[in-house]
């Protein structure tokens, strides 16, 4: 389609985004077919532990002598998967709360912002730990838990943007025509409300990546899954001896946020063109 | 020189407030007219008089909170809007009074086509299908003039000129043969050529489809072209009402007389523009008396203290003036 092609031209424009969704192609790729390629259970004790890179291994074994590879090509799935999900869940119940509060505005809005301030108060990472600490850690309840932090940031946004847009013209119009609000907040006003909380959510994959590591890192992952912030937990205690061994995931961890971040901006230039000219 | 059927739209005592963090403002006081089929009647007056307020409230668009209507009827065809619960205001809304907004650039949304944003008021209310709803679209923009209607339905407001956007706002306002159209200042965001050939299209689908038309300007070449009837409207309140023939020979209140000698400057070269002194005065500071006595030139000391009725001194020609009324002491 002919906006699509217009997209892809402002999108070129930035050179960094080009390669941060190029890079991102790559982790995700990895993360599709790397296990399949490289078919190692990450929990398996291969070999001796603590091995270097480029020995045996390619990435060498972790102090209990499982393949740093395959952790590495398993944890990007985890990553990933935890990292968009949340993020979808925290965009999904962010713009319904913020469209909600700023398309009626009023006590509605008062009462849902705040609870949207009620949590943006509380310091996002130990809540995140509380609420993984209260339920057993699974996928189910860290991805739960991210999204529950990360919500209210997307909501002040489009509560923002439906600010903006609700008293345009056109939607007096479409109240005059006597289209009903929900068809009027769905339909009318949401997608020109959305460019901005695209890219909003698409930076909130990377935080969501970054926190998610965090827990793991604490041991508050996915007990049978093993996640990059898991790796670097473990590698903690031989970091003077085996460096690499936290390096290697930290690597990945810093790659792919990076990359996010890129293509984010990327989403920024495309769809905020009046942003643009700096 | 009164309509001789029933009225399709009779306001009584209308008041909207608005309550604002310096106290409660009110908009629209204690307004009441009536428009005939095939009537048009202009309500004029400066910016802050409250005319595009009550244009809002007989839909009943008025953002609540801040906005309320407080008093009054609006009744189309006999029937109370101000009661209706949501989902019959929703009926009345662009069935049988249809909106035409100020600034066509802004009344339609911008991601969608034209055959899209028409489509929907005839999905809304009539329920037809896309195919026909199509056809229907392009029989409309035809209504309207807009040439080539098969291609300008498949375009996007950005494609159009304002003058075809405010044809395409038209069409979208007749789609359902309303039986009131609101205008809510039609003209005032395009040329003046475009100007002359919305007002003749509003006259002409009015004539031919036998509506009631609102039309809500400051302009007064557009009443005295298009206006049967004429209201007045001063800090909220009406301050006369006039068919328009008599309004423009024989003006009664101060303000009336002030915005005519304002509106002949731009006729007539050399003479010298004699503008109403003063500004509308706040809201939240409103006089005791007349409201518009700290810029009126036939002033009486009575002016500062009571408040003038809306008084009838000839049949059909209400006044707010002590002066006008031969009451100044």
Redesign the interface.
């Known amino acids: 389609m002919n906006g699509l092609a217009l997209f892809w031209r402002r999108y070129r424009r930035n050179r960094g985004a080009v390669a941060g969704a190029a890079t991102l192609a790559l982790v995700v790729v990895a993360a599709l077919v790397g296990p399949l390629l490289y078919p190692v259970d990450p929990f398996d004790m291969v070999g001796r532990p603590s091995q270097p890179p480029f020995g045996r291994f390619p990435l060498g074994t972790d102090v209990a002598g499982r393949d740093v590879l395959a952790g590495i090509l398993n944890g990007a799935r985890i990553s990933l998967v935890i990292g968009i999900l949340a993020s979808l869940a925290a965009t999904l119940l962010g713009v319904l709360v913020g469209a909600i509060a700023g398309y009626y505005?009023?006590r509605i809005d008062d009462m849902l912002m705040r609870v949207t301030e009620f949590f943006l108060t509380i310091p996002s990472f130990v809540l995140a730990v509380v609420v993984v600490a209260i339920f057993q850690p699974t996928v189910m309840t860290v991805t739960c838990a991210i999204a529950i932090v990360s919500w209210p940031s997307v909501a002040r946004l489009a509560r923002g943007e439906f600010i903006a847009q609700r008293?345009?013209?056109?939607v007096?119009?479409?109240?005059?025509?006597?289209?009903?609000d929900w068809e009027i907040i769905l339909l009318?006003i949401m997608?020109?409300a959305l460019p901005p909380v695209i890219v909003v959510s698409s930076l909130m994959v990377a935080t969501a990546i970054l926190t998610e590591s965090g827990l793991s890192f604490l041991g508050l992952g996915d007990p049978n899954l093993v996640s990059w912030g898991y790796m670097i937990g473990v590698a903690r205690t031989v970091l003077r001896t085996a460096w690499w061994m936290a390096a290697i995931p930290g690597a990945m961890i810093l790659v792919t946020v990076l990359a996010i971040n890129l293509v984010g901006e990327g989403l920024n230039d495309a769809l905020n063109p009046k942003l643009r000219r700096r | 020189m009164t309509a001789p059927m029933p009225p399709v739209l009779a306001v009584e005592g209308l008041s909207v407030e608005f309550r604002t963090a310096r106290g409660v403002v009110r908009a629209v006081d204690d307004l009441s007219f009536t428009i005939g089929e095939g009537e048009t009647v202009a309500i004029v007056g400066e910016s802050g008089s409250g005319k595009s307020t009550a244009a809002m409230a007989m839909?009943r668009?008025i953002?609540d909170?801040p906005g309320r209507i407080v008093a009054g009827s609006i009744r189309l065809d006999g029937q109370e809007l101000l009661t209706l619960d949501d989902a019959s205001?929703?009926?009345?809304?662009?069935?049988q009074i249809?909106?035409i907004?100020?600034?066509p650039m802004?009344?339609?949304?911008?991601?969608y086509t034209i055959e899209r944003q028409i489509g929907?008021?005839l999905r809304?209310?009539l329920g037809v299908g896309r195919a026909e709803a199509f056809a229907q679209t392009v029989e409309l923009l035809r209504l309207v003039g807009v040439p080539a209607p098969e291609d300008r339905a498949r375009q996007y407001p950005h494609n159009l000129s304002g003058g075809m956007r405010q044809r395409v706002?038209i069409a979208?306002a007749l789609a359902c043969r309303p039986r009131l159209l609101i205008a809510d200042e039609p003209t005032t965001a395009l040329d003046v050529t475009v100007q002359a050939q919305v007002l003749e299209l509003i006259q002409e689908l009015k004539t031919r489809l036998g509506m009631a038309v609102l039309l809500i300007t400051h302009d007064l070449g557009v009443v005295a072209e298009t206006a049967h009837r004429v209201i007045v409207m001063y800090t909220g309140g009406k301050v006369e009402e006039a068919t328009a023939g008599q309004l423009f020979a024989d003006p009664r209140h101060p303000y009336t007389q002030g915005l005519l000698q304002a509106a002949k400057w731009e006729e007539s070269d050399g003479v010298e523009l004699r503008e109403i002194p003063g500004t509308v005065p706040s809201p939240f500071a409103m006089p005791t008396g007349c409201s518009f006595a700290p810029r009126c030139a036939a002033v009486v000391p009575r002016c500062q203290t009571d408040r003038p009725a809306l008084t009838e001194i000839l049949p059909g020609r209400p006044v707010r003036c002590f002066v006008a009324q031969g009451a100044a002491r």
């Open positions: 505005g009023g008293d345009r013209e056109y007096k119009g479409c109240r005059a025509i006597g289209m009903p009318q997608p020109n | 839909l668009l953002a909170p205001l929703r009926r009345v809304r662009g069935r249809a909106m907004f100020q600034d802004m009344a339609l949304n911008p991601i929907e008021v809304l209310h706002m979208m």
